[in-house]
């Protein structure tokens, strides 16, 4: 599926859809949130939700006292209605963006994405996933991404995804990545069904210079 293709239909579904009606939803993201705060960053830090579309993560860590949140998004729909409801006041800001092609101008102490990378089938696709994600990080910064688990779906929204387990993330990230904590957790829909999904917390022992442009 090309970047325009993929824009339209993640356009398409947020625009359909109310935000607890896509399969994804969470009524609070306490698992991500609580995987945040054991990185033990700063409050002012950088930090960045990739492909977090309408999660209340955002919302979450504004609440929590965050002052640096940026939510990435291929979607323009679900980057402007994330931002409508933000108070005036919240320092969150929003990219609309495709994580394959993104280049980001500055570096993030902590990077987190939910289900994002499980899309991406495509080689290609994986390796400008990680090529940015080395781009965008700050040394020593940490990672947080969950997929489906092996056991997980194999089609989300109508898309086929790939599956991860602890080996396949680590191999995936490669050595310039510590893995500092791995589980699997079961994820309840919104329809009733039970999705299989797999975190993993890591930090980056090495990085890449940061491209900008």
Same mark, same amino acid.
């Given at each position: ?5 993929? +824009? ?6 947020? +625009?359909?859809? *109310? ?9 609070? /993201? ?14 002012? *830090? ?8 309408? +999660?209340? =993560? $955002? ?18 729909? *679900? ?24 280049? /980001?101008?500055?570096?993030? $102490? =902590? ?16 390796? $400008? ?5 080395? &781009? ?12 489906? &688990? ?6 989300? +929204? ?14 995936? =990230? ?18 009733? $069904? ?9 930090? *980056? ?9």
């Amino acid at each position: 599926m090309s970047d325009i293709s993929q +824009s339209r239909h993640w356009d398409d579904v947020y +625009s359909r859809k *109310a935000e607890n009606e896509v399969s994804w939803f969470e009524a609070s /993201p306490s698992r991500s949130l609580e995987l945040i705060e054991r990185a033990e960053i700063a409050r002012s *830090a950088p930090v960045i939700d990739v492909g977090g579309g309408l +999660s209340h =993560l $955002a919302d979450s860590l504004v609440d929590a006292g965050y002052t640096d949140v940026t939510v990435l998004d291929i979607s323009r729909e *679900a980057v402007r209605r994330l931002l409508a409801r933000q108070r005036p006041e919240a320092p969150v800001h929003g990219v609309v963006g495709d994580v394959t092609a993104w280049r /980001p101008v500055r570096r993030y $102490a =902590l990077w987190h994405d939910r289900a994002v990378l499980h899309f991406l089938t495509d080689e290609a696709d994986r390796t $400008a996933y990680r090529s940015t994600l080395l &781009a965008a990080l700050a040394p020593q910064g940490q990672v947080v991404i969950a997929t489906f &688990a092996p056991g997980g779906p194999e089609r989300c +929204s109508g898309l086929p995804v790939r599956r991860y387990g602890r080996e396949d993330l680590q191999a995936w =990230l490669g050595d310039e990545f510590v893995l500092l904590e791995s589980f699997e957790f079961d994820h309840a829909t919104p329809g009733g $069904a039970v999705q299989r999904f797999h975190v993993g917390r890591f930090r *980056a022992s090495k990085t890449r210079p940061l491209r900008v442009g």
